[in-house]
């Protein structure tokens, strides 16, 4: 599988994913021109974009991809709370709240949506499995923690916004609290890591760091040591 970073941070979120047949887009935070020229200007085979909840750094341009023919996944919650049109919009059906969400088929795609603690009407995060290379791929990103454990994980998008010793003193900051409180830590993404079954995994990528938070050379430098795994920050 394939792993392209388009945009990543507060300034717009967008990655594309490839296994060989089908391709996905993960977040639509940008402006669609700026997708169009990540996608080398083809949207062929693009079955999907997957988006995780409605800030705009996640889903600016799912009204101008569904025009311009993609489809784009959410919950109904996330597509209520970003106005998304109708036209191509798809829903993940909610099985009870704060529990998980139906698996859906999109190409050779299999996707998995659970539920995830952020400041947002309903966010999700992504398993995905590709039928194609018989790999899985986590994406995680705008969480405080994972509810969930996964085995067999190939690869790993998951979010490192910031060390908790740049952050000190939250309660004087309200920003900073908001942050400690709606994203991941390189703390918790080194837990959330350790806990899970990485026996199988091919490289982690680091997502959604903090321009002025977090350090790219040191977490992954961090998470290479307590995992032995292959690390890059996108």
Not at 70 to 93: P, S
Not at 164 to 192: F, G, V, W, Y
Request: net charge negative.
């Amino acid at each position: 599988m394939k792993i392209k970073t388009i945009g990543s941070g507060s300034s717009g979120n967008c990655y594309l994913i490839d296994d060989g047949q089908t391709q996905l887009l993960l977040e639509c935070g940008l402006p669609i021109k700026k997708i169009k020229a990540g996608c080398d200007y083809d949207f062929s085979r693009v079955a999907a974009c997957l988006i995780t909840h409605e800030h705009g750094d996640h889903a600016k341009a799912a009204n101008d991809l569904m025009r311009a023919g993609v489809d784009v996944w959410m919950t109904e919650g996330t597509a209520r709370a970003a106005g998304a049109d109708v036209y191509r919009l798809k829903l993940f059906k909610q099985i009870r709240p704060n529990d998980c969400y139906f698996t859906e088929n999109i190409g050779t795609f299999t996707i998995l949506a659970f539920p995830v603690h952020h400041d947002a009407a309903e966010p999700v995060g992504y398993l995905i499995h590709s039928g194609a290379t018989d790999e899985k791929l986590l994406y995680v990103t705008d969480t405080q923690y994972i509810d969930y454990r996964f085995r067999g994980l190939n690869y790993i998008m998951v979010e490192a916004n910031f060390s908790s010793e740049t952050l000190a003193d939250p309660d004087n900051d309200p920003r900073r609290h908001r942050l400690r409180r709606t994203h991941m830590s390189i703390e918790n993404t080194l837990k959330m890591l350790q806990a899970n079954d990485l026996s199988k995994c091919k490289r982690i990528y680091l997502i959604h760091l903090s321009q002025t938070n977090a350090d790219a050379e040191e977490f992954v430098r961090r998470v290479e040591t307590e995992t032995g795994v292959p690390t890059s920050a996108a």
